[in-house]
């Protein structure tokens, strides 16, 4: 009675395998193949290289994708929460609002330090 239930597992299984195996074919198929030296340098594009890849990049970048991230999470995280608001309680309310208070403090603090000010 048990192995009846696995020949699903074993179609699904199977179906996955056949589905990877013929998108890559598939991609090998369909490739542009003009292969010569100047595309098979680092830079595949063909154009020249010029100047040094290591430059630096202002700290401000840095900063703006760091602000974003914490917002992204920020609506990660309360959404899930505002799906089952209404079985929580006065708790999960009070959790919230501290995880937003501290969010908001975060905030606070970035535009006190400038650090949203694009210069």
Not at 21 to 28: K, T
Not at 88 to 96: R, S, V
Request: hydrophobic share 60%.
């Amino acid at each position: 009675m048990y192995i009846q239930g696995y020949g699903i597992l074993a179609a699904f299984i199977g179906f996955s395998v056949a589905f990877a195996f013929a998108a890559l074919i598939m991609s090998w198929l369909v490739q542009p193949k003009a292969p010569n030296k100047l595309k098979q340098k680092t830079y595949e594009c063909g154009m020249k290289l010029f100047g040094d890849s290591r430059i630096q990049y202002d700290a401000k970048y840095y900063l703006y994708a760091l602000l974003f991230l914490i917002f992204d999470i920020e609506a990660v995280f309360l959404f899930p929460w505002a799906v089952v608001y209404d079985k929580l309680g006065l708790f999960a309310l009070i959790e919230a609002l501290i995880f937003i208070a501290i969010l908001v403090i975060g905030l606070i603090y970035a535009w006190k330090k400038d650090a949203l000010k694009w210069q």
